[in-house]
C-alpha cells in the first residue's frame, strides 16, 4: 500500500508562487505515474499534472507553462511549483499515484483520476486576487 502525504498549501496572492510537497512511503515498482490533481469546491476533481518513472511529465492545458511537476527520488517526494498563480487555480490539491505490474514503456501517464489509486489527504490552496 502506498501512503501519500501532501504538505505546502496555505494563501497566496494571484501572480505569486507556492510549491507542494507529495511525501510518499517507499514502494518498489519499476512503472508507475505519479499526479498532483485538484478540486475546488462544487467541481469535480481534475487533473493538474503527472509524472511516470521516466520523468516524461503531463500537464493540464490549464497550468501549461506556469506549473511544474518534479520528483526528488532519494527523498521520495514529489513537488509541484506553481507560478504565476490565478484565483481559478483555489483548490484542495491531491498527490496520486498509480502502480504498474513489470515494465513499460515512455509513455506519458493521464491526468485522470479515474486512473489512480493511491490518494493522499490534499493541501488546501487559497489564491486572493
Not at 510537497?21 to 503527472?50: D, L
Not at 485522470?112 to 486572493?128: A, C, E, K, M, R
Amino acid at each position: 500500500q502506498v501512503q501519500l502525504m501532501e504538505s505546502g498549501g496555505g494563501p497566496v496572492q494571484a501572480g505569486g508562487s507556492l510549491r507542494l510537497s507529495c511525501a510518499a512511503s517507499r514502494f518498489t515498482a519499476n512503472t508507475y505515474c505519479m499526479g498532483w490533481f485538484r478540486q475546488a469546491p462544487g467541481k469535480e476533481r481534475e487533473g493538474v499534472a503527472s509524472i511516470n518513472n521516466y520523468g516524461t511529465t503531463n500537464y493540464a492545458d490549464s497550468v501549461k507553462g506556469r506549473f511544474t511537476v518534479s520528483p526528488d527520488n532519494a527523498k521520495n517526494t514529489l513537488y509541484l511549483q506553481m507560478n504565476s498563480m490565478k484565483p481559478e487555480d483555489a483548490a484542495t490539491y491531491y498527490c496520486a499515484a498509480k502502480i504498474f505490474p513489470g515494465f513499460l514503456g515512455n509513455v506519458a501517464c493521464p491526468v485522470l483520476p479515474g486512473n489512480y489509486n493511491h490518494w493522499g489527504q490534499g493541501t488546501q490552496v487559497t489564491v486572493s486576487s
